[in-house]
């Protein structure tokens, strides 16, 4: 049973375009997060939701933005994207009590920004 | 600066080699002390977590954190082609709703047969 899924896994699209990453979770956890990760593999937090509630809100354009219609889902929307958008974006949820350090990452998804 | 610094290598080592891999950090607040391992076009897994200084162990894997050097290290013994990934070190202070996380970049390993 897939813990933390995403969709798509690979994405391609034009410069100027808008797009969405979903990303759902069904391990009961409170926090979701969203990470970049560039080609030298460095991961980026740039989201957090506990329960719906934007928690953790990095340095990001707001271009980007993130919607949870409930605690399962954290989605990520994109507008007018960029040749720097081009990464793999991942999801993670933190674990419940005493797990907290415990974070369980989505397979990832490939955004390629032509 | 970053918060977390990490050799990003890569290193090559051969089967049954100990391999060691390190982390520095600035941040003295960081109390949680996590190693990630992440497979190619895969999602980073938790490997193993410490909290505060101190040595943990896990089979052929083995954690230290020095925090008055603000040094943390992970060591892999009897090393196997399996192993083969990007360690990602990261660290985090603890919040109830949401811990943030820093990641080092991830030093890559190839243990070679």
């Known amino acids: 049973d897939t813990a933390v899924s995403q969709t798509p896994k690979y994405l391609v699209t034009q410069m100027g375009n808008d797009k969405s990453i979903k990303c759902e979770q069904n391990?009961?956890?409170?926090?979701m997060y969203w990470y970049k990760q560039d080609s030298k593999k460095f991961l980026k937090i740039m989201f957090s939701y506990n329960n719906k509630e934007l928690i953790i809100n990095e340095t990001v354009p707001n271009r980007f933005s993130p919607k949870s219609p409930d605690k399962a889902h954290l989605n990520l929307h994109i507008n007018s994207l960029e040749l720097g958008d081009s990464a793999v974006y991942f999801c993670?949820?933190?674990?419940?009590?005493?797990?907290?350090?415990?974070?369980?990452f989505g397979p990832g998804t490939r955004l390629t920004v032509l | 600066q970053k918060e977390v610094e990490q050799d990003p290598g890569p290193l090559s080592v051969p089967e049954g080699a100990i391999v060691s891999l390190n982390c520095t950090y600035s941040?003295?607040?960081?109390?949680?002390f996590m190693w990630y391992r992440q497979y190619s076009r895969k999602g980073p897994e938790l490997l193993m977590y410490t909290y505060s200084s101190g040595n943990k162990e896990d089979g052929r894997f083995t954690a230290q954190v020095d925090k008055s050097s603000k040094y943390i290290s992970l060591f892999i013994r009897d090393s196997q082609p399996s192993d083969s990934a990007t360690y990602l070190c990261?660290?985090?202070?603890?919040?109830?709703?949401?811990?943030?996380?820093?990641f080092g970049t991830g030093t890559s390993l190839t243990v070679i047969p």
């Open positions: 391990l009961g956890h409170d926090t």
């Open positions: 941040n003295s607040a960081f109390q949680y």
């Open positions: 993670a949820s933190r674990g419940l009590a005493p797990s907290y350090n415990e974070q369980f």
């Open positions: 990261a660290m985090s202070t603890f919040h109830l709703t949401g811990n943030q996380f820093y």
